[in-house]
């Protein structure tokens, strides 16, 4: 949100970094006084803002992806928040105060608007002498035409750097102008807006040094598309600097991803803390965690997360939750589900592993429990306050050993899918048991796959008449590797017996949802970049009858990503108001944190995903892991692990999302 000013502190930065700018000697003709000043205020009168394009009401906020080429000023985080935080006076008139930031020393931009325009009045930076002199500046005019908006030229003006080290700040002469060059859409992770009005702001200045007849060249350009009903959408900044045959260029690019406008909230916010403390703060590698599940009512969503306490080598392990509203700001209170249970395998793959789901008036949670050999499944009721209702321990589901546990509802009871291996050691088989809402086993654990085999990760989804389980499997006997599945009745029929073949040519652990007409199935899958080692996301759909609508299963599904060079994983769905929404995980190469991004298939099937990797949703400095997203009719939290580092333990966060704009 930083304007034609901050183009220039890059410009600043550019210059220090170029070589041989200090001279010796002095000049002997003294500089011409400088000529100050902006192009002065937009018009008083007009016909006001009646498309809403700056948007100015208390609390009005943008939350903001940020970048730039810099590399010695890298954004401490890849976002910012900008909000109206109040009014100020500035130069005799009432200015909205747009607050960048927060922290001790936030920067606040003053901006006037009439009926006419937006003028732009500065800033409360000490050290950006430059703003301070070419202010007011028209940024807007209404209403908003293709056409020019301002122009000034100013001499003279004070640098405010001393660069050749002979006690006189630096002049710069500065010619600014502004136009709108026309409308068109333009998709940012906030949205997609179909009419943004594009700004091109350029400056060009040349600046004198005073102890030797020497000049630099700076150029600028921002681009700033603004959308009706949003205010600025998405800015690129791109500024030269050139000395004594040097150049050098430096980019800032922001795009929003979320932003609540006169109380309607859209698209992504700033991530914020679920549960923290995970772990005791002795870094012994590898942390005790667990992998977060997150369910919701249709109003509040649970989020389940796994806890150790206890120091080395025995721990004490249990799972706890907490309660999060679209509209909360901080961490909720957390509770325990489980009693703390002591083990000296608090990494156990099989015990870190839940799964959640609600039956319209309770949670069922079922989890998986820490031991040497046996690792049975237990389960726990909660309510919508978080009042668990089995005891401290829950009750048992499975007593044999079992993982990758999921489950659904579908309307009497809960179908609980997990793979086994009972048969045959060292092999695995999918199989399910019902559990009412009062929390009693329906009869006995049946078998989903036909036989015994490499089958892992199950996923279940509830159509309104039947179940469809599909599982990962590997190539064993007569069993190929690829996605299979199948139909289960709510009587606990397996209605395909044979299997359904979603897809063939590689094993992977499938991500399930029903949007009310076809089950949506995605997963990673390495077709797109041969033997590399890299997966992209893909996606198809399965009727109710069991079969795949998006190709064969050599050639199943289209690609939500695209992208090569990049590792995939992780994938998670959640269904919103008619969108499908898809998060993974992106590893964009060894050594290197992954970013969250995301992507959405809309009702109509159209793949909002521009840039063939997704939007990012949320990137470095984090090291997320195991994320899990799920939505209600008003939008949904996504929620993944922060493992253990240096300076961390392995904590919980979120990130709200609301429906995306405009």
Known sequence: ?????????????????????????GGSDAPPPPVTGGAGFAPATGPGDTEHYFPNAPGDTWYLNVSTSDPSDPPAHPFTSVAVTGTRMVFGVQA?????????????????????????LGTNDPTDLLTAQTVPNPELLFPPLVGPIASFTRTGLNFGEDLDGDGIPEKIDLTQSSAITGFEPISVPAGVFPTAGKRITTLNGTLRLSSVPQTATLQATQTTWAAPGVGPIKTTTTTTVSFQGLSETLSLHSEARGYAIDGIRRGLGLPLPVMMGLAPDDHIFPHPSGRPVVATDGTRFLVLGRRATGTSPTYSVNWRGTLWTLDS????????????????????????????????????????????????????????????????SGFQVVADPANSPALAFDGTRFLVVYSASPYVEGYGQIFGVFVTPSGQGSGSPFPIAPAPGYQTHPAVAFDGTNYLVLWAQSAW???GHGIQGTRVSPGGVVLDPAGILVQSTITAAPELLFDGATYRVAWVDPRLQGGTGNDNVFVARVSTLGQLLDGTPASSGFPVTTAPGVQNANVTLARVQGETWIAWLEAPGIGLNPSLRGARIKADGTLVNASGRGDLWLGPPWNAMYPRLTAHASGGLLVWLVPDGMSTVPSLEGLLIHPFGP
């Open 96 to 120: 909205t105060v747009l607050t960048e930031g927060s922290g001790a020393s936030p920067l606040e931009s003053y901006y006037h608007k009439s009926l006419g325009g937006v003028t732009f």
């Open 477 to 479: 006997d007569t069993q």
């Open 329 to 392: 700001t901080g961490e909720g209170a957390t509770f325990d589900v489980t009693a703390p249970a002591p083990t000296t395998q608090p990494t156990d793959e099989v015990a870190m592993q839940a799964a959640l789901a609600f039956d319209g008036t309770n949670y069922l949670a079922v989890m998986g429990t820490p031991g040497d050999v046996q690792h049975p499944l237990m389960a726990q009721r909660i309510s919508t306050t978080g009042t668990t209702l089995d005891g401290p």
């Open 1 to 25: 949100m930083r304007k034609p000013s901050g183009v220039l502190s890059l410009g600043v930065v550019a210059l220090l970094l170029l070589p041989g700018c200090k001279g010796e000697g």
